[in-house]
C-alpha cells in the first residue's frame, strides 16, 4: 500500500492542489476602448480596467504570447495531477479586468497564481524578471510570504529551465516588487507576475515567437509552480 501511494504521489505531485493561471491581456482588446479604459479600484490606486499589450517587431502580440504559453503550463500542471483556472482561453476577447482577474483566483482557493506576461521594455534590455507585492496592510500582508516564495521558486526554475538571462534593465536578480499592480493587490491567495522576456528586444523576440521555447517556458513555470506547491527545497 504504501509503495502504491508513493508511486501515485510522484506520478501526479499536484493532486489536490489548484493552480490559477492569468494569461495577461487579450487580443480583442484594442477594439473595446471604452471598455478596457474604464478606471477601477487596483487597491493602491485606480487605473485602467486592463491595457491590450506590447509585440515584437515582427508584430507577434503579447496577448497571443501570453495565451500560448498559458495553455501550455495548464497542459502540464494538468499532467501533474493540478487542477487549473484559467482567466481566459481564447485570445478573442477582451479583458477581463484586473479586478476581476484576481477575483478568478480568489473564488477558486487556489494554492498558487500566476499571471503571464512579455515586457516592452527598452530595445537594448534583456530579459525576465518575477514581480510580487510587498506587505501591504489589509491587501497582501496575508499572503505577502508565500508569495515571495512562490517568486524565488518561479525565478530559479525559470532561468535554470530556459536560459533566459535576469532583466538588465530592471529589478534585482530577477526579482521586482511593485504595489501598483491590481492582479497582485488584490490576490488573496499566493500570486507572481512573471515579465518572460522583452518583446521590444530582438535577441528575446526571437526567443519568444519559437513554438518550441515556449514549450519550455511553460515546462520551466511548470517546475517553478510545482516546487512552491510541493515544498521542494530550491
Known amino acids: 500500500m504504501l509503495a502504491a501511494l ?11 492542489k ?11 482588446n484594442y477594439l473595446h476602448p471604452r471598455e478596457i479604459d474604464r478606471v477601477v479600484d487596483a ?24 495565451l500560448d504559453v498559458a495553455l501550455r ?33 480568489n473564488r477558486a482557493h487556489a494554492d498558487a497564481a500566476i499571471s503571464i506576461h512579455a515586457d ?12 510580487y507585492a510587498p506587505s501591504i496592510p489589509g491587501l497582501t500582508d496575508d499572503i505577502y510570504a508565500p508569495s515571495k516564495r512562490l517568486a524565488l521558486d518561479v525565478r530559479d526554475a525559470f532561468h535554470a529551465g530556459t536560459g533566459m538571462p535576469y532583466a ?23 500570486k507572481v507576475f512573471i515579465e518572460t522576456g522583452n518583446m521590444r528586444n530582438s535577441t528575446d523576440a526571437g526567443l519568444l515567437e519559437s513554438p518550441a521555447f515556449r514549450e519550455r517556458e511553460a515546462r520551466a513555470l511548470a517546475r517553478g509552480v510545482t516546487a512552491f506547491l510541493t515544498g521542494a527545497a530550491r
Not at 489548484?18 to 480583442?28: C, E, K, Q, Y
Not at 487605473?47 to 509585440?55: S, W
Open 6 to 16: 508513493l508511486a501515485l504521489a510522484l506520478a501526479a505531485p499536484l493532486a489536490g
Open 18 to 28: 489548484t493552480v490559477a493561471i492569468d494569461p495577461g491581456h487579450n487580443g480583442g
Open 43 to 66: 487597491g493602491t490606486l485606480r487605473k485602467a480596467c486592463d491595457t491590450t499589450g506590447t509585440e515584437t517587431a515582427e508584430g507577434y502580440t503579447e496577448a497571443a504570447y501570453n
Open 73 to 105: 503550463l495548464r497542459a502540464v500542471l494538468r499532467a501533474e495531477g493540478a487542477r487549473v483556472v484559467m482567466t481566459r482561453t481564447t485570445n478573442t476577447g477582451w479583458g477581463p479586468c484586473i479586478t476581476e482577474r484576481a477575483a478568478i483566483g
Open 120 to 131: 516592452g521594455g527598452p530595445s537594448g534590455g534583456r530579459g525576465f524578471h518575477v514581480i
Open 168 to 190: 538588465t534593465y530592471l529589478g534585482d536578480r530577477g526579482l521586482d516588487v511593485r504595489s501598483d499592480l491590481g492582479g497582485l493587490n488584490l490576490s488573496n491567495v499566493p
